[in-house]
């Protein structure tokens, strides 16, 4: 199975300021076809899974521009220029290369 | 609009089954997979398997095989996900998520289901 990695576990920020997220694979995300298969997503208080980034960085319809995906390969970014409240929350990231599809450990974000 | 919408809360006994279900509505139930995620306390995200939802054909995590069955009733509109042979490790909300446009688009709003003697 291919094991995601995400750091820091936990990221407290001031409003305003900008974040970042690192996944890493055990595998390359990279298929043939050009695309990376990674999906971020956000998990707020209570909630399911609301999908933000596809195919490594590609933001899903209504997800604010604030947030960016980056990356390729086995190193993958998800960045947030400017956090506001609403991104309070837990961020996943999940390898759709192959099954079992795999998540990584979740990262919790905080507002200061 | 596409909206997921899961059975509620079950509690069972070690050595029992549960089935959840999935109800789907706003898209063609036949036209998509649909995939089942589950979230322990503490522990993270965990795919379980899919099922095609255009005929009777489903594929399961190595991890859960011989005690998972992902079925569907397509007149329903609803999928369904059976776990046997409960133990406690297997207290978690359980999600169904469905491969409308992209893989895992739009999930339910969770089951929880916990295993307690």
């Known amino acids: 199975d291919i094991v995601m990695t995400q750091s820091p576990l936990s990221l407290p920020v001031t409003p305003g300021e900008p974040a970042s997220i690192s996944c890493r694979s055990s595998h390359s995300l990279l298929r043939s076809d050009g695309h990376n298969y990674l999906t971020w997503y956000l998990q707020r208080p209570g909630q399911s899974p609301q999908l933000l980034i596809y195919?490594?960085?590609n933001r899903a319809s209504g997800v604010p521009d604030r947030f960016s995906g980056g990356g390729s390969g086995t190193d993958f970014t998800l960045t947030i220029t400017r956090v506001e409240a609403e991104d309070v929350g837990v961020y996943h990231c999940?390898?759709?290369?192959?099954?079992?599809?795999?998540f990584g450990q979740g990262t919790k974000l905080q507002i200061k | 609009q596409v909206q997921l919408v899961q059975s509620g809360t079950e509690v069972r006994k070690p050595g029992a089954s549960v089935k959840v279900s999935c109800k789907a509505s706003g898209y063609t139930f036949a036209s998509y997979a649909l995939h089942w995620v589950r979230q322990a306390p503490g522990q993270r995200l965990e795919w379980m398997g899919w099922i095609n939802a255009g005929n009777d054909d489903a594929h399961y995590s190595q991890k859960f095989q011989g005690r998972i069955s992902i079925t569907k009733d397509t007149s329903a509109s609803t999928a369904y996900m059976e776990l046997r042979s409960l133990r406690s490790e297997d207290t978690a909300v359980y999600y169904c998520?469905?491969?409308?446009?992209?893989?895992?688009?739009?999930w339910g709003q969770g089951t929880l289901v916990t295993v307690s003697s």
């Open positions: 998520a469905t491969a409308y446009r992209l893989l895992l688009d739009y």
């Open positions: 195919l490594g960085s």
């Open positions: 999940m390898q759709g290369l192959q099954t079992p599809y795999t």
